[in-house]
């Protein structure tokens, strides 16, 4: 699957999805987030290398310390649908 401006938020979005579903990615996101020049490694959400000349986010799985490596895009699309997926806390309301 290409990455960056070329793939739709939607597919990105979707696949994200899908990845948190199944298990291979956490529904939690990560901090701190590493940045740096790509490794050429695969992205953890879209599979394609990291190649040098783009921006390569790393952040820990929560569930198992490993590092989960992705495009910048890629990276947001995730963040986004583990705050979709993750419920808020109640607000609890005083009443007088």
């Known amino acids: 699957m290409p990455c960056g401006p070329r793939v ?9 999805r899908a990845r948190i579903s199944d298990g291979r990615l956490p529904l ?13 490694a695969a992205c953890h959400l879209c599979g394609q290398p990291i190649e040098r000349h783009q921006v390569e986010y790393e952040v820990s799985d929560a ?24 419920p808020c806390p109640q607000e609890t309301v005083e009443h007088a």
Do not use: K
Not at 8 to 16: C, I, V, Y
Not at 28 to 37: K, L, T
């Open 63 to 86: 569930r198992n310390d490993r590092p989960l490596l992705f495009h910048v895009s890629c990276h947001t699309a995730w963040h986004l649908e583990c705050r979709g997926q993750v």
């Open 28 to 40: 939690m996101s990560a901090h701190p987030v590493i940045a740096g020049y790509g490794s050429g």
């Open 8 to 16: 739709l938020d939607d597919e990105l979005r979707a696949s994200a």
